[in-house]
């Protein structure tokens, strides 16, 4: 009876969707049983064995992938990393954004309001009309030898790693033409600009998309209309940053 009432509670953190694959899995569970003809006490038990791994299977996904992912790459500064604000529209979410690196030990001191050299250590955020409707923001970073680590189409080039050749600029695009999801409205609301500017440093600092849209617990969601949408670091992200950024 005990474990009833255990797997009871554990669907009620499921949702919908997790909840009917899991009912789908447990009638595929007794169709197994009855073909391979287990009866009474030896069918309560396959039906309990199989009941427990569809549930594993149903809540893996959230569990397992509700992580930023890696980008292959990590940036070779986390004090003192100079930020250029070439998008002022977003003004009102750097330091809050700062503030919540700033509990994983990164710090940021200011820099000039332009693109001239020398870009080492930087990272800029650079608000124009880069052409792209549906695209929010690109993020890109480069070695210390002006070499791009992963293309604007999203070719990984080789020319970043997380050791000899660490990302040393970060260049973040935020586009100001963006007609796509209206959840993320042009102009965008604060919430959207807190989720914005520390999603795109996330990339900087070589995180990549969680696998996970929806309650995936990481500010590294793949796309502006999951759920939620989160302002601020989330545990994973915390996490996998003290792991790659000790
Ligand atoms: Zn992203």
């Known amino acids: ?17 997790t909840l009917m694959k899991c009912v789908d899995l447990v009638f595929k569970s007794i169709l197994f049983t009855t073909y391979y ?4 006490e030896k069918l309560m038990k396959k039906m309990k064995q199989l009941l427990s791994l ?4 149903a809540i893996a996904p959230n569990t397992l992938f509700a992580s930023p992912t890696d980008l292959g790459y990590r940036f070779a500064h986390k004090t003192n990393i100079v930020f250029r604000n070439l998008a002022p529209t977003y003004n009102d979410a750097y330091t809050p954004a700062a503030v919540d690196y700033g509990t994983a030990g ?11 050299p020398p870009y080492s250590k930087n990272v800029a955020f650079h ?8 695209l929010r923001a690109l993020s890109l970073a480069y070695n210390s030898n002006g070499d791009i680590c992963i293309t604007e189409s999203g070719v990984w080039t080789g020319h970043c790693n997380k050791t000899t050749k660490k990302a040393d600029f970060g260049y973040i695009k935020i586009n100001n033409a963006y007609t796509g999801i209206s959840a993320f409205p042009n102009p965008p609301t604060l919430a959207n600009k807190n989720f914005l500017i520390r999603h795109e440093f996330g990339h900087t600092l070589g995180l990549g998309h969680a696998v996970v849209c929806n309650n995936a617990n990481t500010i590294m969601v793949p796309a502006v209309n999951c759920s ?6 989330q545990t994973s992200d ?9």
């Open 106 to 116: 990164f710090t940021f001191v200011a820099g000039p309001s332009h693109l001239d």
């Open 228 to 233: 939620p949408l989160y302002t601020t670091l």
């Open 37 to 40: 003809g287990f009866s009474g």
């Open 54 to 57: 569809a549930l594993i299977l």
């Open 127 to 134: 608000e124009a009309n880069w052409g792209w409707t549906t």
């Open 238 to 246: 915390f996490t996998v940053l003290g792991a790659w950024y000790p």
């Open 1 to 17: 009876m005990g474990w009833i009432i255990h797997m009871f509670f554990i669907i009620l953190d499921l949702t919908p969707n």
